[in-house]
């Protein structure tokens, strides 16, 4: 911003979520900025690491941050696609059949350990996140605005899980990573560790101010040689040696919101090619798949983030 120049009041808002979630995930300042940048710009998260790092905790403050329904769904491989969707059931009383909607009928799902639900299961989501719809028994049930699905899950090597497919995959909008707290993060945690971590943590935004950020998202500008440089980052994706499926045209589309969106998180109404640098493996890394070859040699996820990283430089940079 220029000096003097007040700050958008999204940007406002944006700042004070920040520092609320600042106070619930210690030392994790990074983490927090991208799952708001996904929160306004209407998509889709999914957080993957370890056990025991705060997954579950970041979406659980994310979510109760906005004031509006919250539904958590544990994922476990008996659940069944009834179960987040919902069924049609037969009322003797009204000698009808009604439906009773389940946990997805929310503004913010949290969906724990979704790989830990079988495929089956997993891709009874897959409507509910590019539509924001499903459809039981032929008929389509709008859900509720805003929607969000903020999901975890631990890394594909570990037992028990069942990976996402590439169709689930790209509905995120992005996935992160937390990693390890610093000595004095986790420090402050052991300190408070007999405190829940979202203790005190009171709602920011409503639903109404998330909605009018999410439209202010959408005007921020994005100059043509920036779209260039996207799409021939795009591009590299689907020609390089080393992975077998690039970022499909949704991937671009996802890209091109999240910078829009953190423009407008730091006070600006229009996009920096560092932006696009910043954003790129987040958005990215999950949709494509390396070859064979790559993956003996490396887990999957940092292959995938080295590779990418190696093609942003060799893309020129627009002045």
Known sequence: M?????LPPVTLKMEELEATLGRTIRGKADVIRLSLVCLLS???LLIEDVPGVGKTTLAHALARSVRCNFTRLQCTSDILPGDVLGVTVYNAHSEQFEFKQGPVFTNFLLA???NRATPKTQSALLEAMSDRQVTIDGHAYPLPEPFM?????NPVEHHGTYPLPESQLDRFLMRTRIGYPDLSAEREILRNSYRPADAGLEP????DELLAGQREAEKVRVDDAL???MLAIVEKTRTHEALALGVSPRGAQALYRACQSLALVEGRTWVLPDDIKRLAVPVFAHRVIINSRTSLTQR???AAERILRDIMTLVDVPV
Do not use: C
């Open 112 to 114: 724990d350990e979704i």
């Open 227 to 229: 779209i260039e440089y």
């Open 204 to 207: 920011v935004l409503n639903v």
């Open 42 to 44: 209407q998509g889709h």
């Open 149 to 153: 699905v903020i999901a975890t899950q």
């Open 300 to 302: 999957s996820t940092e």
């Open 2 to 6: 220029k000096s003097g120049e007040q």
